[in-house]
């Protein structure tokens, strides 16, 4: 405990100096750069941000993932957190973004979904991996990858989040266990905290934790 009888920061364990190449470097200060100019009205989100995209890129020297794209995601995953409610749910709509329910009732859904549709024609420099990582990064998916992990867990565990049972669960599987089990900690803690809120629950979650739940039961009989 700390002195002032607060929970101590969360901190991860190990280090993850990147020995980035010059243009990362370069491009890495332009994106934060430009990212804490759009979230500059957001102090606390760009705090967050910042600090999630660090997470992302100890996470991804951990797990083997590409730490420059991780940070990049990092940064960019938040982008559209200014964005006002009715703006950004006529944004979704006019890039014809369904997820079979009403868009006003997936509003706090939506901005990663929204910037990953957007943010390529500012940034075209960036592969797919980025955004696919960035649009399912609140909501997840069926097949999530690598990168999709690393960014979802890191959402969800960054230092700045205050410790509940749920987060702290996870934090204390990470370098202990695959990337996978990690994720799945993160994805089912996540609704457990969703439900337990009475917030709405995106339906097509309940399928992607289906689909997730069935892999894991097979590849457990298969003794993987």
């Known amino acids: 405990m700390a002195s002032n009888g607060q929970t101590e920061q969360w ?5 993850s100096k990147v020995p980035y190449k010059k243009w990362q470097r370069a491009s890495i ?16 989100r760009l705090a967050h941000t910042l600090s999630v995209a660090r997470m992302c890129e100890h996470l991804a020297c951990m797990y083997g993932v590409d730490p420059y794209l991780a940070r ?13 409610p009715a703006e950004l749910i006529e944004r979704a709509r006019v ?10 009732s997936m509003e706090p859904l939506l901005h990663g979904m929204v910037a990953a549709r957007e943010l ?12 696919h990582a960035i649009d399912c990064h609140t909501s997840a998916c069926r097949n999530m990858g690598d990168l999709d992990m690393v960014l979802f867990v890191a959402d969800g565990i960054e230092p700045l989040r205050k410790a509940s049972p749920g ?58």
């Open 120 to 131: 390529p024609k500012r940034y075209p420099e960036f592969p797919n991996e980025v955004w």
């Open 72 to 84: 990049i995601a990092g940064l960019l995953h938040d982008w559209d957190k200014v964005v006002p």
């Open 11 to 15: 901190k991860p364990r190990g280090k």
């Open 167 to 224: 987060i702290q669960a996870t934090r204390d599987l990470v370098g202990k266990v695959p990337l996978a089990d990690v994720f799945w900690e993160a994805f089912v803690g996540g609704i457990v905290y969703v439900l337990e809120g009475g917030r709405y629950l995106l339906p097509r979650t309940i399928d992607i934790y289906n689909t997730l739940a069935l892999e894991r039961a097979n590849r457990a009989r298969r003794g993987r």
């Open 95 to 104: 890039l014809s973004i369904d997820c079979g329910v009403p868009l006003e």
């Open 29 to 44: 200060k332009a994106i934060e750069a430009d990212v804490r100019k759009q979230l500059s009205p957001k102090p606390r």
